[in-house]
């Protein structure tokens, strides 16, 4: 089993439609990062998150610690969106454990 | 500021060759990860290096390895290279704040 599940594992959108991506981990984390890898193999962190939510433009992120759960929310999606998003907990030792990744397709 | 920055960008090698790729992490950064992603796959951990030190290793065959210099840049050498090493190397560095994780562009590794 892994350290760290998402869902959807492919998720279509159409523009304008409101997204969700979950994550659920099992092992203790100091922080959960939300990461962005578009075609070409580029990463960039969206956010660090150790408690409650952040909100960026037309991203949002909260984590729930008690349910060792997260959400990155997409509002007013659009084709530029599509992208596979990774969800990453760090333990607290610096480790990294990595989820597969949700691929999204916004169609316009 | 650079960004973590990796070479070659893309190499095809013959199996059975060897491999050195290379990373240098931003400036100040002492933590560099290795990580495979091979096609359509999520990214598998290989190493982890910090304040010159190996601190964890993936699960993966010895002939895979690295290290790190005293300047925090880092190289990952893969041995006796297999059709299935074909893959994205990932290399990342973690801010001295442990906020946030940056990663380079990758080298792109194809083994034929």
């Known amino acids: 089993k892994n350290e760290v599940e998402q869902s959807p594992q492919n998720l279509t959108a159409q523009e304008g439609e409101f997204i969700t991506i979950n994550c659920s981990y099992s092992v203790g984390i100091s922080a959960l990062h939300w990461l962005q890898q578009h075609p070409g193999g580029g990463i960039v962190s969206l956010f660090m998150l150790s408690s409650g939510k952040k909100k960026h433009g037309r991203l949002i992120a909260t984590i729930n610690i008690q349910e060792k759960h997260s959400s990155l929310h997409i509002t007013a999606s659009h084709p530029r969106d599509s992208a596979v998003y990774i969800c990453?907990?760090?333990?607290?030792?610096?480790?990294?454990?990595f989820g597969t990744g949700t691929s999204l397709t916004v169609i316009p | 500021e650079a960004g973590v920055t990796q070479s070659p960008t893309h190499l095809i090698k013959t199996r059975g060759q060897q491999v050195t790729l290379r990373c240098s992490p931003i400036?100040?950064?002492?933590?560099v990860y290795w990580y495979q992603q091979a096609l359509g796959l999520g990214l598998q951990f290989l190493l982890w290096y910090d304040e010159g030190e190996e601190r964890n290793r993936g699960n993966f065959p010895p002939r895979f390895s690295g290290r790190q210099f005293p300047n925090y840049s880092s190289e990952l050498n893969v041995n006796a290279l297999e059709l299935e090493d074909s893959a994205l190397y990932l290399c990342a560095s973690l801010s001295r704040s442990w906020a946030t994780i940056y990663f380079g562009e990758g080298s792109w590794l194809t083994v034929v």
């Open positions: 990453a907990v760090r333990s607290g030792g610096n480790q990294f454990y």
């Open positions: 400036s100040g950064h002492t933590s």
